[in-house]
């Protein structure tokens, strides 16, 4: 090998090595990610692994149970919204899978449902249990917050948006979901939904309810995946439609094999379905 190839070669592997390295670091900014559902300690999660990859960039997240981040993005006060459903307006890319389980209390016999019965329960057709094969008693609804995307998607799925009853209670947190339902009186009438996250939780901790099947199929984590449980969302990160670097690189970052991983801890990651 002739001295000026050596050179040559060397100045090529050089070039291969730093040049990635440039790239990354290049990367800087500010971005602000807003949400109102269940998926606030992922998001702080992805943003901090994201940090941590990109000393120049710097991550805030807002969480608002009353917000609407969609809006918040439309405005130019955000960069990116955490949602179930998409937006005409903006870009969307999808991260995961999120079930909505069905939460009754553990002594709540009713042994399943349809989606056709999830629907008419939440429009205020079926008000009995004993309709199901349940208990004698009044079902009790329990609702979500209206800006909850939670309830956009389930609504949505359903067909029976703006059909829950105003009667219904509305509650924001899922975790106080839980609790209220384990706490209703008379005991074994309340019905509400939740994160399928929060549920199984719930149950593997042994908190007093259980999580209806739907269409004779089990909420569980391996049903959501391949599409059998239907009664589903998507977790998507909403953004303007123009170009911009720091958000393409975040959501890069979210699909990426340490950003699924993230992901598949609380919820279906994109790369197992």
Same mark, same amino acid.
């Given at each position: 090998?002739?001295?000026?190839?050596?050179?040559?070669?060397?100045?090529? @592997? #050089?070039?291969?090595? /730093?040049?990635?390295?440039?790239?990354? &670091?290049?990367?800087?900014?500010?971005?602000?990610?807003?949400?109102?559902?269940?998926?606030? @300690?992922?998001i702080e999660? #992805?943003?901090?692994?994201?940090?941590k &990859?990109?000393?120049r960039?710097?991550?805030?997240i807002?969480w608002?149970?009353?917000?609407?981040?969609?809006q918040?993005?439309?405005?130019?006060? @955000?960069?990116? &919204?955490?949602? $179930?459903?998409?937006d005409?307006?903006?870009?969307?890319?999808?991260?995961?899978w999120?079930?909505?389980?069905i939460?009754?209390?553990?002594?709540?016999?009713? *042994?399943?449902v349809?989606?056709?019965?999830v629907?008419?329960?939440?429009? $205020?057709?079926?008000?009995?249990?004993?309709?199901?094969?349940?208990?004698?008693?009044?079902?009790l609804?329990?609702?979500?917050?209206?800006?909850?995307?939670?309830?956009?998607?389930?609504?949505?799925?359903?067909g029976?948006?703006? *059909?829950?009853?105003?009667t219904?209670?509305?509650?924001?947190?899922?975790?106080? %979901?839980?609790?209220?339902?384990?706490g209703t009186?008379?005991p074994?009438?309340?019905?509400?939904? %939740?994160s399928?996250?929060?549920?199984?939780? @719930? %149950?593997?901790?042994?908190? &007093?309810?259980? #999580?209806?099947? %739907?269409?004779?199929?089990?909420?569980? /984590?391996p049903?959501?995946?391949?599409?059998r449980?239907?009664?589903r969302?998507?977790l #998507?990160?909403l953004? *303007? *439609?123009?170009?911009? =670097?720091?958000?393409?690189?975040?959501?890069?970052?979210?699909?990426? =094999?340490? $950003?699924?991983a993230?992901?598949?801890?609380?919820?279906?990651?994109?790369?197992g379905?």
């Open positions: 090998m002739t001295g000026r190839s050596f050179v040559t070669r060397l100045c090529v @592997a #050089l070039i291969l090595f /730093i040049s990635p390295l440039q790239v990354w &670091a290049q990367i800087s900014g500010n971005l602000l990610i807003v949400g109102n559902g269940p998926e606030q @300690a992922t999660a #992805l943003a901090r692994a994201f940090e &990859a990109n000393p960039a710097y991550v805030d807002h608002d149970e009353d917000s609407s981040p969609a918040l993005v439309r405005t130019g006060q @955000a960069q990116i &919204a955490v949602t $179930g459903i998409e005409s307006t903006l870009a969307a890319s999808q991260i995961g999120d079930g909505i389980g939460v009754v209390h553990l002594s709540n016999f009713t *042994k399943e349809t989606t056709q019965q629907a008419d329960v939440f429009s $205020g057709t079926i008000r009995e249990w004993s309709e199901l094969g349940g208990p004698e008693t009044r079902i609804l329990i609702d979500r917050s209206r800006t909850q995307n939670i309830r956009e998607t389930f609504e949505s799925h359903l029976i948006t703006g *059909k829950i009853p105003r219904a209670t509305v509650i924001g947190s899922d975790d106080t %979901v839980i609790k209220t339902v384990v009186l008379p074994l009438s309340a019905v509400a939904y %939740v399928l996250n929060t549920g199984l939780s @719930a %149950v593997s901790n042994g908190v &007093a309810v259980r #999580l209806l099947p %739907v269409d004779k199929i089990e909420p569980e /984590i049903t959501v995946r391949d599409g449980y239907r009664l969302r998507p #998507l990160l953004s *303007k *439609k123009d170009s911009n =670097p720091l958000i393409e690189t975040f959501i890069a970052f979210a699909l990426s =094999p340490p $950003g699924q993230i992901v598949g801890e609380l919820y279906v990651a994109m790369s379905k």
